[in-house]
């Protein structure tokens, strides 16, 4: 059946592909990333029109329906994509209720903490970026982190929303004892928020 179905093989195996790199990188940010997993998509399609034709001459010769088989696998494939695009942007739908950031031109970093009691945290540099995602509590202005470090940057799970001597608000990240851990890592809180 693989010898007359040899397009099964590759659209598998690009498939498989295609969904786990996505998967497996979708809390890091290349530059080049969009233009590989376009190229991947491109080459499924390829194949994917390749098996289309070649079932509708053989459907044409048998009047089977069966003869769509490696057609319709790619075609589930095909869909596997779009569910695996949906749920990974589904995790960004509640809307933010602070953003927090510093932009150092070249690199930079900022917080979005949601509604849902979710933030996302991106530590982007030049070419890319990662991405980190967790749960969070508010209480008054200092915000608790499920996690107490972060990448290089975010060394305490604790923050806290305080206005400067320049009168911004501004976060930094405190200890025990509510002292700020590194007065010159502070995250300029952002209130034109747009969702």
Do not use: C
């Not at 991405?131 to 202005?141: A, P, V």
């Not at 799970?157 to 851990?181: C, P, Y």
Request: proline fraction near 2%.
């Amino acid at each position: 059946m693989i010898k007359r179905n040899w397009l099964i093989v590759p659209l598998v195996i690009i498939g498989f592909y295609y969904n786990f790199w996505r998967i497996k990188n979708a809390d890091t940010e290349m530059i080049f990333q969009e233009i590989f997993f376009g190229f991947l998509l491109f080459l499924f399609l390829i194949f994917l029109g390749f098996s289309l034709n070649k079932d509708f001459k053989k459907f044409k010769i048998s009047k089977s329906w069966k003869s769509y088989f490696p057609s319709l696998i790619g075609l589930l494939i095909l869909v596997s994509f779009g569910v695996t695009s949906l749920v990974l942007d589904m995790r960004d739908n509640s809307p933010t209720i602070i953003h927090a950031g510093y932009d150092g031109d070249f690199n930079g970093a900022w917080f979005e903490f949601r509604e849902d009691g979710t933030y996302k945290f991106v530590d982007h540099a030049g070419i890319g970026a990662d991405i980190t995602r967790g749960n969070y509590q508010m209480k008054d202005s200092i915000i608790i982190l499920d996690k107490s470090t972060i990448g290089n940057v975010i060394v305490s799970n604790k923050l806290a929303i305080r206005i400067d001597s320049t009168g911004e608000k501004k976060m930094f990240q405190i200890d025990e004892k509510h002292s700020v851990v590194n007065d010159k890592f502070k995250l300029i809180i952002n209130d034109n928020i747009e969702n």
